[in-house]
């Protein structure tokens, strides 16, 4: 199941972000808007939209998925232009963007799950090139993100 490489990926990069001296010091230092800047990559939203139209993908997984994920990265390209988190305000909104964009991607990978078990051909393009790489790289990355946003903004 992808969910089992998704959570073990993450996992991994999380040992290797709080336990690595190397990757500790870049999340300590990073700008908050490049870890945000990451979250643009989640306009893949519209692709899931397009399969879906085209009965490609599942549209119970694609359509909230899709339309999740183009919020999520509309919102993070708002708050790059806003800029760093100076003030107590822009730091709140910071915190809301990452809440929801947590929640969004582990309802995605909840929903995949159900949706691929209930209909594993449904959701076959999630398993091939190019989209493989949203389980194995990218998908792991974003929660990783998210926690690192988390662990800043609560420091």
Do not use: K
């Not at 694609?62 to 100076?86: C, M, R, S």
């Not at 003030?87 to 995949?112: E, F, K, M, P, Q």
């Not at 194995?136 to 993100?145: A, E, G, K, Q």
């Amino acid at each position: 199941m992808p969910q089992v490489l998704i959570g073990g990926l993450t996992v991994v990069s999380l040992i290797a972000v709080f336990g690595v001296p190397m990757f500790r010091a870049w999340a300590d230092d990073v700008s908050l808007r490049a870890l945000v800047a990451i979250h643009l990559t989640r306009f893949v939203g519209i692709y899931f939209l397009l399969l879906a139209r085209q009965g490609a993908l599942a549209a119970n997984f694609a359509v909230p998925a899709g339309y999740g994920d183009v919020l999520v990265a509309t919102l993070a390209l708002g708050l790059i232009q806003i800029g760093e988190p100076g003030t107590r305000w822009i730091r709140g909104l910071y915190l809301i963007w990452n809440s929801l964009g947590l929640v969004d991607i582990l309802l995605v990978v909840g929903n995949a799950a159900r949706v691929g078990l209930a209909d594993p051909e449904s959701m076959q393009p999630l398993l091939r090139f190019p989209l493989s790489l949203l389980p194995t790289f990218l998908v792991p990355l974003i929660i990783t993100s998210h926690i690192v946003i988390f662990r800043r903004l609560c420091r």
